[in-house]
């Protein structure tokens, strides 16, 4: 009777042991539910990420900000960047930077670097939306003293939203040292905003007279806050005053946002133009100079698109020169190709314009299906370079994407560099000869032959050169060229068919044109709004904006 | 012609005779576009079904029979979807099909299946307002999918809303019950924002701009997509460049999953939202073991699992359960012996067969994150059961299906009217 009694007390004991290690090793691992008032060291606060409850990863984030430590910008900023996983064995919490498959870690509370580990092996530490404003909020109360005078100011900015007294004194303290007109700017319009609420009126007054000029949404949010907090409030002398002041602000700050809008728009309708420009300057060339409907225009495109996908995948780690080097490469394969086409189907069937038109129509399909065998039916991801994303921040009503401000530069230039070469080369003086009157450039001595096939090859060159641009804006894959050939004729016949110029014109009106009925119609109206109004004008004008004037138009 | 057709006269004699040599085996219709448009996300499905084939064999087969599939190619050709059905059911005699994507191969089918007393299953989100008796949805309807999605913004405080769809049937129905069902919430007329673009639609400067402007208005806003497919990607390019981040307005999508993403760059997307029952990162035992059989029956350890695989999955174990039940593989006695069956689901819940023919199934949220998965962020907290006619269009409102109880039997039976509209789905 007595054994069986001891065994008791001794596994008692000895699962009691065992509770007590294992909480013990809980607690230190996996810290419980953690509050806003628990006192933890900055490795405890890391170890703690490994939660899956994201209201518990805000608290730890704002904890990880307050300690100061000096590792805490490094660690928010990883983990707004993706970078913090842990161990799934012993749930350590690291920074890793993964490339196939393997992951270089360093531990994330002591920055000690810890060698390399199978990716499998980490699991990461999850952020969502939320997350991502408390530590974008985090982040930039930590950077409010960075060298980077661009990161203070956006640090600034970012506080527009979370302005409170506390916040203000902390401004007023950096305000005191800030250097930079820039972020002083940015940092009296956050004082500003929480001036608003300031209890003396004339505070108040102060601050909405000096946010008029800011063109901060937030800033118009605040206002209209305001403005809508008085008028639901008995009204005094005082609130009226305020209200009034808050109008005028409010008008002077929209007027101004509106001349942005109009800007902007005209902006969106000449990077459209200079789109359409890319496309249709080569197609002005096989169609316009040479007269031949070439149905595979679109391919080309797609060629040039493809060509910058195969370079960025032959040079993995140089994306940032990989578009200056797909130009050339895109403008000498598809030139090449063009050549090809032109020997090989073209030069049989001048003179015979349907039979042509069948004959390229088949080529675009054999291509694109060349593409779909060879490469896959899939689209295909092309990066963006670091220097083409993003915009170009003139103030905060207005920015201009760097993408589409690139691409228009890089159209003019093509442009530019075209008639240059039509007009003041040997090359462009045979190529018109040859286009004006056959017979006669052939009785001077020039082999109409070669000139035709480079010609094509110029042309389809050129939309080689294009589809690298249309790599950019939109997806790479096997009916990129589908999407833009119906575009790109109609802007030649628009422009007038054989003048480079007619061309310019008539893409520049098409885009700003597109882009002004947009907001009224949308955009599949806006569509055919344009197509109608094209079919209108060739009836009036079918030879196009700019005709070719003279005998040789007559051919 | 001539010899084509006498050709494929052989060809059909030939496999209706070699499948009556071979008699003892049930047979399992494919009917998934492998070329064509449709063919990059239709193939994984049929991928999908071959694999669950071989493990059903590998565990013995059904009834003591082999499974044996018979694959047709409708290549992305909407009426072609109903000749091959006829093919399937009428010469190969299959005793299931597992097949479809879009929705108008969908309706194609719907006459033949019904006629032939076939049995379709169809393993796509789709709008709903529809229940044949001969097929089974195993894909989410809307208030699976665009309704919980629109709970989930609304419970983070969204206040403006900006529904931005491609100009085809789905978005026009899905934005038409998202509207409903936001004005029923009380949100005000000025609050929501309708766009349609048109397909492949690479210019989002304008409409990025102005869902800017919109959102800049004070309350929280947010974008839910049914933009289609190809014009996400400039889409999201746009997003991006013009500094939209996923913290100011977030964009929820419904037809953006990691097939969709593979071969995407998706650093610029981190954060942008996509409803669905089911994402690869979901953890469940089931879903690890269904990851790695898949990637070792396709052989390539990065391939994905999306959620309309996971419908094929539910779909196939669940016809296989209700063909053991009911000992046969006689569609009049599988079809009943499908209601209430509980499968697990890959995401560590159960998946119910209901009487309408759609699924309860749990609705999941998630984040898109930089290497093409998603971060699951919210999940309902059961399953919600698929509503075959949406519960926010006055006209849909009354009309309920049921093929189980006696007294309704149908797909669209009218509340009010006690009728049966009459036409079989």
Redesign the interface.
């Known amino acids: 009777m007595e054994r069986p009694f001891i065994i008791t007390i001794k596994m008692l004991s000895k699962f009691t042991l065992i509770l007590l290690l294992s909480s013990l090793l809980t607690g230190f691992s996996l810290a419980e539910e953690i509050n806003n008032d628990a006192e933890m060291s900055f490795s405890e606060l890391v170890a703690s990420l490994t939660t899956k409850k994201?209201d518990q990863k805000a608290i730890i984030i704002k904890k990880i900000r307050q300690t100061e430590h000096q590792r805490s910008l490094t660690i928010l900023s990883k983990l707004l960047d993706?970078k913090v996983y842990y161990k799934k064995d012993d749930k350590l919490v690291v920074i890793a930077d993964i490339e196939n498959k393997k992951a270089t870690i360093t531990n994330a509370s002591t920055g000690e670097p810890l060698g390399e580990i199978a990716k499998k092996k980490l699991k990461?530490v999850?952020?969502?939306?939320?997350l991502?404003?408390t530590l974008?909020l985090s982040i930039a109360q930590l950077s409010l003293a960075d060298t980077d005078a661009t990161v203070r100011k956006s640090a600034a900015v970012e506080m527009f939203k979370n302005m409170d007294d506390e916040t203000s004194i902390i401004l007023k303290q950096r305000l005191t040292v800030e250097k930079n007109k820039h972020v002083i700017s940015a940092l009296q319009t956050a004082i500003s905003i929480n001036q608003l609420n300031s209890p003396i009126h004339e505070e108040k007054i102060e601050s909405i007279k000096a946010l008029s000029d800011s063109l901060y949404?937030e800033v118009?949010?605040a206002l209209?806050?305001l403005e809508k907090k008085l008028s639901s409030k008995t009204q005094t002398p005082k609130s009226q005053e305020l209200l009034h002041a808050i109008d005028a602000s409010l008008k002077k700050i929209e007027s101004s946002v509106g001349i942005y809008?109009q800007i902007?728009?005209i902006f969106?309708g000449i990077?459209?133009g200079s789109?359409l420009l890319l496309i249709a300057v080569g197609l002005a060339i096989t169609f316009g100079v040479m007269g031949v409907i070439n149905m595979a225009h679109g391919e080309m495109l797609m060629l040039g698109a493809y060509t910058t996908y195969i370079i960025q995948l032959l040079l993995p780690n140089h994306i940032e020169y990989s578009i200056l080097i797909s130009i050339p490469t895109a403008f000498v394969f598809t030139g090449l190709v063009g050549i090809g086409i032109e020997r090989g189907v073209i030069r049989f069937l001048y003179g015979r314009p349907l039979e042509t038109l069948l004959a390229t129509f088949g080529i675009s399909l054999i291509l694109q299906q060349a593409v779909r065998t060879l490469i896959s039916?899939?689209?295909?991801?092309?990066?963006?370079p670091d220097w083409m994303?993003?915009?170009l921040e003139i103030n905060p009503a207005l920015?201009l994407?760097?993408?589409?401000l690139y691409i228009i530069i890089f159209a003019l230039i093509v442009l530019a560099g075209l008639m240059l070469l039509l007009n003041k080369s040997k090359f462009g003086l045979q190529v018109r000869a040859v286009t004006q009157n056959r017979s006669m450039a052939k009785a001077m001595g020039i082999r109409t032959d070669w000139v035709d096939a480079f010609t094509f090859g110029l042309g389809s060159g050129i939309a080689g050169i294009a589809g690298v641009a249309l790599s950019q804006?939109?997806?790479v894959?096997p009916?990129l060229g589908q999407?833009y050939i119906i575009d790109s004729f109609m802007v030649v016949v628009f422009g007038g068919v054989g003048n480079l110029w007619g061309t310019l014109f008539g893409a520049m009106t098409l885009g700003i044109a597109n882009?002004y009925l947009?907001?009224f119609t949308?955009?599949?109206l806006a569509?055919i709004v344009v197509l109608v109004i094209i079919i209108l004008f060739i009836q009036k004008r079918p030879r196009g904006m700019f005709a070719l004037k003279g005998r040789s138009a007559d051919n | 012609m001539k010899k084509l057709s006498l050709w494929s006269v052989l060809c059909v004699a030939m496999i209706a005779w070699s499948s009556s040599a071979f008699s003892d085996t049930i047979k399992v219709g494919v009917l998934h576009s492998l070329s064509g448009t449709m063919a990059i996300s239709e193939t994984t499905l049929k991928d999908t079904v071959l694999m669950m084939i071989e493990e059903q064999n590998k565990a013995g087969g059904l009834l003591g029979k082999q499974l044996e599939a018979v694959v047709v190619d409708p290549a992305s050709d909407w009426p072609l979807f109903a000749e091959k059905m006829r093919e399937l059911i009428e010469v190969h005699k299959v005793d299931v099909i597992f097949g479809c994507w879009t929705s108008v191969s969908r309706k194609s089918v719907l006459p033949v299946v019904e006629e032939l007393n076939g049995l379709l299953f169809y393993p796509v989100q789709y709008e709903g307002e529809e229940s044949s008796k001969n097929v089974f949805y195993t894909g989410a309807a809307p208030n699976q999918q665009a309704i919980p999605a629109v709970d989930y913004l609304m419970d983070g405080g969204v206040e403006r809303w900006v529904l931005a769809g491609t100009d085809y049937v789905y978005p026009r129905t899905t934005n038409k019950i998202l509207e409903a069902y936001l004005k029923l919430k009380g949100v005000d007329e000025k609050d929501i924002m309708i766009n349609y673009t048109p397909f492949g639609h690479s210019d989002w400067q304008t409409i990025v701009s102005d869902i800017k402007q919109f959102g800049s208005a004070g309350k929280k806003t947010a974008v839910v997509s049914t933009i289609n497919g190809d014009a996400n990607v400039p889409f999201y390019k746009e997003l991006g460049n013009q500094g939209m981040s996923a913290e100011d307005i977030p964009v929820v999508a419904f037809s953006v999953g990691e097939e969709e993403l593979s071969g995407i760059d998706t650093a610029p997307l981190v954060g942008h939202l996509a409803a669905w029952n089911y994402f690869q990162n979901a953890e469940s035992e089931e879903n690890d073991k269904f990851i790695e059989a898949w990637q070792a029956f396709i052989g390539n350890e990065d391939r994905v699992t999306n959620d309309p695989m996971e419908a094929t999955y539910i779909g196939f174990k669940m016809w296989a359960q209700a063909v053991t039940t009911a000992g046969t593989t006689e569609v009049d006695k599988v079809r009943p012996a499908m209601y209430g069956l509980e499968i697990p689901n890959l995401t560590g819940g159960t998946a119910v067969m209901n009487t309408n023919h759609h699924l309860s199934k749990p609705v999941l949220i998630g984040e898109i994150q930089d290497d093409g998965q998603f971060e699951i962020v919210w999940s309902t907290d059961g399953e919600v059961k698929g509503d075959a006619w949406t519960d926010y269009l006055p006209e849909s409102a009354l009309i309920v299906s049921d093929w189980a109880d006696p007294a309704i039997n149908c797909g669209n039976y009218n509340t009010e009217t006690k009728k049966c509209s009459g036409q079989n789905y």
């Open positions: 994201f993706g990461k999850g952020i969502n939306n939320k991502r404003r974008n949404p118009r949010v209209k806050d809008k902007e728009n969106f990077s459209l789109v039916p899939q689209n295909r991801a092309v990066s963006t994303s993003g915009s920015s994407t760097y993408n589409r804006l939109t997806n894959g009916n999407a882009k947009e907001p949308g955009a599949v569509k």
